[in-house]
C-alpha cells in the first residue's frame, strides 16, 4: 500500500521495513545479539556478508593489480618472494606486499616464510578460459559505475555500449576490428557455457542446429565434439562470421546476415540462441523470436542459453553482475528464466522447459517447441 509522501510527490510505502529489518535497525540489538551465544555466531557471518558487499569493488581492483602485474602468471612459473614479485612488476616492495598479502586473503596466493606460491584458486583463475579476459575488460564497465547514482538514473552515456556495437544496429558492426575484439572475448569465455548447455540440453532427435548470433562459432565447434552426426550452420553478421571459418571445419555452413533485417534461413529443426538475447530490448527480442518461429518447421526446438537473472529468487551472480553489465550496454536486459519464458509464449511457442542451471554464474538453459499440431494445420 502507498500514498504520497509529501513534498516529493513520490508514493510513499505505508507499511515501513519488516519486523526483522525494524529490530536491526535498532543499535541495541546488535549489542544484545553479540552478547547472546548462538546469536552471536550469526550476527557474525551477517556481518562478514554485510562487509563482503562493502568491498567487493576493491577486492575486484586488487584481482584487477595481480593480474595486470603479472603477478599471478608469474607464481604459476616458479615461486618468488616479494621483492622480486615487486623488481619484476616494477612496484615498491612495500607496496607489492600489501597487494601479496590482499591475494593471499582472497585465497589466490599463499606464503610460506618468504616464498608466494600460487594456491588452486589462483591457478584455476589462470586456467579457467575467458575469465582473465573479463577482469581485463573489467575497467570499462567500471568507469561507467564510477558515479553509480548516475548511472541508476540514466543520466550517464556508457562506455560499454561502444564495445558491443551491434546494440546500435546490425550496421553498427560493420568495422572487422570491433567485431573480432568483441567475438574474441566471446569465444574465450564460451567453452565453459557449451560444456553446461550440452549437459543441459536435450539434442536427442535434432538433426540440423542453426546457431544464430553463433559469433566465430565457438559453441557449433564444441556441439560438432559433442555430436558429431548433427548438420550445423552458423549466422551472424558479417563482419562476424568472417573469422568464423578459420575455427570451423568446412562441413559447417557460414551464413552471414542480420535477424533484425533478413529472415533468418529455413532447413534446421533447431536453433540457439546462445548470450544473445540479453543483449537487446524486449521489442528486438520479440521480433527475434517472431523471425525463429518462422524459420524453424514445426515440432522445431528453440533452445535459449544465457545467464538469467534469479526473478523472485535475486541471485547474487546474474542479478548484480550482469544486469548491471547489460544495463550498462544500453539495450540488454538479463532476464529472468519467467521473462523469457513469458517472451516465447507471446512468440507462440509451446512445450517450454522449465530452465536448468549448473551454475547459474556461467548459464541457464531453456528450451521450447513450435507447435506441431496447429502449424500443420496451417500448412495444410
Ligand atoms: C554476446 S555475443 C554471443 C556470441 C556467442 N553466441 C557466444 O555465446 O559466445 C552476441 C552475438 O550476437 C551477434 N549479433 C548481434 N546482433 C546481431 C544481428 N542483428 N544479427 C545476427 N547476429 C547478431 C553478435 O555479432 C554476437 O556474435
Given amino acids: 500500500m502507498t500514498e504520497t509522501g509529501l513534498g516529493s510527490g513520490v508514493p510513499r510505502s505505508v507499511a515501513g521495513p519488516g519486523w526483522a529489518a525494524k529490530l536491526a535497525l535498532q543499535p541495541w540489538f546488535h549489542r544484545f545479539c553479540s552478547r547472546v551465544p548462538g546469536l552471536r555466531g550469526i550476527a557474525r557471518a551477517e556481518g562478514e556478508a554485510l562487509f563482503e558487499v562493502v568491498s567487493g569493488f576493491v577486492r575486484s581492483q586488487c ?5 595486470e602485474l603479472r603477478v599471478l602468471h608469474r607464481l604459476a612459473e616458479a615461486p618468488e618472494t616479494t621483492a622480486r614479485l615487486a623488481a619484476l612488476s616494477a612496484v615498491p616492495v612495500d607496496r607489492m606486499a600489501v597487494l601479496c598479502q590482499a591475494g593471499a586473503a582472497l585465497k589466490l596466493m599463499r606464503r610460506k616464510g618468504d616464498i608466494w606460491r600460487l594456491t588452486p584458486r589462483g591457478a584455476a583463475f589462470l586456467t ?6 573479463m577482469v581485463r575488460h573489467h575497467p570499462v564497465l567500471y568507469r561507467d559505475l564510477a558515479d553509480p547514482a548516475a548511472f541508476f538514473r540514466g543520466k550517464t552515456d556508457p562506455e560499454l555500449a561502444g564495445f558491443w556495437p551491434y546494440v546500435f544496429g546490425a550496421g553498427g558492426a ?16 564460451q567453452g565453459l557455457v557449451a560444456e553446461d548447455t550440452l549437459r543441459l540440453v536435450d539434442f536427442r532427435g535434432i538433426t540440423h542446429l542453426m546457431d544464430v548470433g553463433g559469433g566465430t562459432g565457438a559453441f557449433l565447434a564444441a556441439v560438432g565434439k559433442a555430436h558429431p552426426q548433427l548438420t550445423r550452420t552458423l549466422f551472424d553478421l558479417p563482419a562476424v562470421v568472417a573469422g568464423a571459418r578459420a575455427r570451423l571445419g568446412a562441413d559447417v555452413t557460414i551464413i552471414p546476415g542480420s535477424f ?6 529455413l532447413g534446421a529443426d ?3 540462441l546462445i548470450r544473445v538475447l540479453y543483449d537487446h530490448a524486449d521489442a528486438t527480442v520479440t521480433a527475434l523470436l517472431a523471425n525463429v518461429r518462422q524459420a524453424l518447421p514445426p515440432g522445431g526446438r528453440l533452445i535459449i542459453s544465457e545467464p538469467m537473472s534469479g526473478g523472485a529468487r535475486p541471485d547474487p ?14 539495450t540488454g536486459r538479463t532476464r529472468s528464466e519467467a521473462e523469457i519464458a513469458g517472451l516465447l509464449q507471446k512468440a507462440g511457442f509451446d512445450a517450454i522447459t522449465p530452465a536448468k542451471s549448473l551454475r547459474p554464474f556461467v548459464t541457464t538453459a531453456l528450451s521450447a517447441m513450435t507447435p506441431a499440431e496447429s502449424l500443420s494445420k496451417l500448412s495444410n
Avoid at 533484425?260 to 534461413?265: F, K, M, W, Y
Avoid at 551472480?317 to 544500453?330: E, G, S
Fill in 128 to 133: 579457467v578460459p575467458g575469465l582473465e579476459a
Fill in 63 to 67: 584481482l584487477l593489480a595481480l593480474v
Fill in 174 to 189: 560493420a568495422d572487422p576490428d570491433l567485431a573480432a575484439r568483441y567475438s574474441d572475448l566471446m569465444a574465450d569465455s
Fill in 270 to 272: 533447431a536453433i540457439s
Fill in 317 to 330: 551472480a546474474t542479478d548484480v553482475y550482469f544486469t548491471v553489465y547489460t544495463l550498462a550496454m544500453q
Fill in 260 to 265: 533484425r533485417d533478413d529472415d533468418l534461413p
